[in-house]
């Protein structure tokens, strides 16, 4: 089953607002069989609404659509949709009662904005919005279905998950099979890994493909199948993951799909290890990523964000005398920040970076985007010294991957030997 | 001037990457009177590329092109381009020098893939691309443009800023004027917002209009006009922007388009003042926010995360005894915590958080999403409790925004206290 979506706000087409609705919706959707065809991005505009319906309407059967549902002025969806599937604007009640619910749950005043979200075309059926105020709105026509969203992320994550998807499958009945792979891959160039399996594409069967995903500092690789026997699906899916695993060994890190904070949480939990982490020029964001991972509570137990060189000596201990001789962005101050930490917070594990993000700061030794880096697991420890081009904020997410990859491959590295020697 | 965007990449349309490319042109193109369509996010498949480029060019004189240039195979773009515009692929020189001196830089070896990027379609202009290998293509038919662009965002956003953008304004040239003014308006729900700007809305002339961008816990309100007449433009906005000021007051937190970090970063800065975050529940987030601002080590000195409870007894010094009596979750520790992390890092402000973020770890008194906060300036310290709904990155993202507006509004009180007595 192929659907299309359609996403609704002049804030998404002038770049004030991301879209992560669609995504969001691909990532649930494509496991069940369903295909996105197309994402289009809108203006709050009739003209522009009605065509992108019309278009999505003659390439698949199943239109999604968020945003536009606002209660203010610049939203004009509702009264788009009614004139395109006919009827007029109705108050519905359970829509009016949910509002006046949420209005007075957060201690709100009723005004009439809110008041007009329970205006509805009479050609919709309701699904109640049980965590907003914009309803959600089931249009048919011709045997094709068109849902309306809010543009909150929230309220359409909640209501896809709990009423929408379900309410597509009964209307809709899909009978290909679908099967999903997904593999993470780290420290082999995407060029050099696509030489490697060159072969093993080649002799995937009709129906089963590769796709390469390039994260930042690693690749994703997704083996995605499609057939009407599951059973031999399921068994050349099988042979598939075999097969990468034979040729790409320890550079697979993962066989699902995982951030790098999850791949290193899983290993930590499963060695019952503790991590801190000692961030300068990351600020923050190694002990956010990894703390974005839900039960990262039994692993982490906490960070220092050494910003100023002088919470690097009076909190980690860093020696004065060593800044002094190597600098503040050093291999040396690195491990020193890591040893620190996972002194002060008594862990297993650290990790530390120091470097200067930029756009200023850098000097001849130490250009913009040097960062040195740190990972510690009991007595092993290394270090390594990296150069990112480009803003800020990619400095930042490079350094905040390649600390966490280089933990994991401490700790990847530590196993293979035990094993050897076991 | 109306452009069009084509996203191509199945890893878009499935929601493994999601697409910034086409808000970071918006953001860049549109103070520049280039007014986005539409953005199309389509597969790696040629005839869904050359069915958007059909309908682009229908709309609109201009299409930027991002993605499908990468050297795996399911990288279909530039065939497709070839086909489009006519021609034949064909060796451009100086795009494989350009990649083989990145091959070299970068101490890689060059293979087969990375020398197919420097294939180009005949009927292209190639704008070398300084910072990767896969080349920008310019190519022109009945005085429309398309320029077809990596999809890496930082290669696309470096090459738009150096090249394609000034390479755009030569060609075309736009005789409208066009001007923005943004706002961040903090302590106000949309819908009340609405109703009082109603009157200021409907008084607006023809040709500026405003737009309400909800954010995480705030709002955006941005006024855009555009005109022939840029004296008379410029007139409006600077009245539009008084009259704005003149009915919401304090609620205008900046008169920019800023991020809560930023507008807190600019307070602390303008004071001299020194901040320290101490994190539970957000994890680092709210630090990792601050840090993300170029120039925040002026003011900021760095974070304690005392994710684990001893992290706060041993780093923070918050007493043993106020946990066991208030719960580790409770403004009393909040409090403690802010104290302690100001005391540690020797700073004048402090932000503190604890809290459940989810989706486990909930009980009766502290359900999951309870947040804690504390902000403190000086002798000033104030706290607050807040309960949010949603999953576990949406808690931590509403109570790192909540956070940061609790210390804003904190500065702001005080300093409209002291002009008060002035």
Redesign the interface.
């Known amino acids: 089953m192929k659907y299309s979506t359609i996403v609704i706000g002049?804030?998404?087409?002038?770049?004030?607002?991301?879209?992560?609705n669609?995504?969001?919706?691909?990532?649930h959707l494509?496991p069940l069989g369903w295909e996105?065809?197309?994402?289009?991005?809108?203006?709050d505009d009739a003209q522009?609404i009605t065509r992108?319906i019309d278009?999505a309407f003659a390439a698949t059967d199943v239109v999604l659509m968020t945003g536009g549902l606002?209660?203010?002025?610049?939203d004009i969806t509702k009264g788009t949709l009614c004139d395109y599937f006919g009827g007029t604007m109705v108050r519905d009640e359970a829509t009016a009662r949910n509002v006046e619910g949420i209005v007075a749950r957060r201690h709100?005043?009723l005004?009439?904005?809110?008041r007009d979200q329970a205006l509805v075309p009479s050609s919709c059926r309701v699904i109640q919005n049980q965590?907003g105020t914009a309803p959600i709105m089931w249009f048919e026509r011709d045997g094709k279905v068109l849902v309306s969203m809010p543009g909150?992320p929230?309220e359409t994550?909640?209501m896809m998950e709990r009423e929408v998807i379900p309410q597509l499958l009964k209307h809709f009945h899909s009978k290909e099979h679908i099967e999903f792979r997904n593999f993470v891959v780290m420290g082999i160039?995407?060029?050099?890994l696509?030489?490697q399996l060159d072969g093993f594409?080649r002799a995937l069967p009709a129906g089963i493909h590769l796709?390469?995903?390039?994260q930042v500092g690693y690749i994703?690789l997704?083996l995605t199948g499609i057939a009407d026997d599951a059973q031999w699906l399921s068994n050349q899916m099988e042979q598939g993951a075999e097969q990468l695993h034979a040729i790409l060994g320890r550079h697979i890190v993962a066989d699902h799909?995982a951030t790098m904070a999850a791949i290193v949480g899983e290993r930590l939990r499963e060695r019952q290890l503790t991590l801190a982490?000692a961030?300068s020029c990351?600020?923050?964001?190694?002990?956010?990523v990894?703390?974005?991972i839900?039960?990262?509570?039994d692993y982490?137990?906490?960070?220092?964000?050494?910003?100023?060189t002088?919470?690097k000596e009076?909190?980690l201990h860093v020696d004065h005398e060593m800044i002094a001789q190597y600098g503040v962005v050093s291999e040396q101050v690195a491990e020193a920040m890591a040893t620190g930490v996972a002194q002060?917070?008594?862990t297993d594990c650290a990790i530390a970076t120091t470097g200067v993000?930029?756009?200023?700061?850098g000097s001849e030794a130490t250009p913009v985007g040097t960062v040195c880096m740190a990972a510690k697991c009991g007595d092993a420890l290394v270090t390594q010294r990296k150069h990112y081009?480009?803003?800020?904020?990619?400095v930042?997410e490079r350094a905040t991957n390649d600390a966490l990859m280089l933990l994991l491959d401490l700790l990847d590295s530590a196993s293979a030997h035990r094993d050897g020697q076991a």
Request: proline share 5%; hydrophobic share 40%; charged share 20%.
């Open positions: 002049d804030e998404l087409l002038i770049g004030q607002v991301t879209d992560t669609s995504g969001w919706m691909a990532r494509t996105p065809h197309e994402v289009r991005v809108v203006a522009a992108a278009d606002g209660p203010t002025k610049d709100l005043k005004n009439d904005y809110t965590v909150v929230f994550e909640t160039i995407e060029s050099l696509a030489m594409e796709a390469y995903l390039p994703k997704r799909d982490t961030e990351t600020g923050g964001n190694v002990a956010h990894i703390t974005e839900a039960g990262s509570s982490f137990v906490g960070a220092v964000v050494s910003y100023a002088r919470v009076d909190v002060a917070l008594s993000a930029g756009p200023s700061g081009p480009g803003t800020r904020s990619r930042i």
